[in-house]
């Protein structure tokens, strides 16, 4: 099975000083989905929480709801690698429940929307609506004090192992209102750690999350807006901005979204009325 990470030889330059030295490397393949024995994406991830990733990515795409419209996920025992010796497992079958609606997705489809961000715009806000599981727009969720919002980067960094020996991944941590550390995933993919979040939630029946904060270690694009928005998650919080589409999508969903969230700054561009202001805000 494919590594978290890898070790190569490096020539390490520091102050004029020159040595040899490992250094290690994150882990980054394919993963091939199948519904059913379709394939329906391709994604390029840290092997590890395999199965949760699909499921996640599922999720989001409004195919899975619940824990019982989901068979199995296996890897397929086919795959192999070039020289056609052992399972690259890298390939995985998910099987949906009898009576669970195959997904409208084709490969095709999957990777014109990954490379060249699909279809935009209305649309794109039209799709997540149609599609997901929970009423929208999202109510209730917890309050958020700021001081505690500030605190979460931290708690996400001090958690994040895999990037303390590479410095190459993101994350997404899932949390609760007042800050307790429930699940943290990481990927070389921002997307793929928010879909094994999402992931390991449905496979315990947990979803909708909607006593919970998401937090990601880079920007909050529509992909992960959609995603935290079809796992009824109703804030989500970036260390950096998002992008105009991902706030017009957490506008029209009811979701709570703050962006720039460094040292006890931050902006709230959706849902203010989750954050706990300690004054006014003024114009």
Request: charged share 25%.
């Amino acid at each position: 099975m494919g590594r978290v990470t890898e070790r190569r030889r490096v020539v390490r330059i520091r102050d004029g000083a020159v040595s040899r030295r490992a250094d290690t490397l994150v882990g980054e393949e394919p993963l091939e989905i199948r519904v059913n024995g379709r394939a329906v994406a391709v994604t390029m991830r840290t092997p590890g929480d395999d199965f949760a990733l699909a499921a996640g990515f599922l999720v989001s795409e409004g195919v899975l709801g619940r824990p019982e419209e989901l068979a199995r996920i296996t890897y397929c025992a086919g795959a192999q690698g070039p020289d056609g010796s052992g399972n690259t497992y890298n390939v995985l079958d998910v099987r949906l429940a009898d009576g669970v609606p195959l997904p409208d997705i084709t490969l095709e489809r999957n990777v014109y929307t990954t490379s060249s961000c699909g279809v935009c715009g209305k649309a794109s806000l039209d799709a997540v609506r149609t599609t997901a599981r929970w009423p929208l727009p999202l109510t209730g969720g917890p309050r958020l004090d700021p001081g505690l919002l500030a605190e979460l980067p931290d708690r996400l960094r001090s958690a994040q192992r895999v990037f303390d020996r590479t410095g190459g991944l993101h994350a997404a941590a899932l949390f609760t209102g007042d800050g307790r550390l429930l699940d943290v995933r990481e990927d070389v993919g921002r997307h793929n750690a928010v879909d094994k979040v999402v992931g390991r939630a449905l496979e315990r029946g947990l979803l909708p999350l909607a006593d919970t904060v998401l937090l990601v270690s880079g920007r909050a694009s529509f992909e992960l807006v959609q995603k935290a928005v079809m796992a009824g998650i109703p804030a989500l919080a970036a260390v950096s901005a998002p992008s105009s589409l991902a706030v017009d999508l957490a506008e029209e969903s009811g979701l709570t979204l703050v962006g720039f969230l460094r040292g006890t700054s931050m902006n709230v561009y959706t849902g203010p009325e989750r954050v706990v202001l300690p004054v006014p805000a003024t114009t």
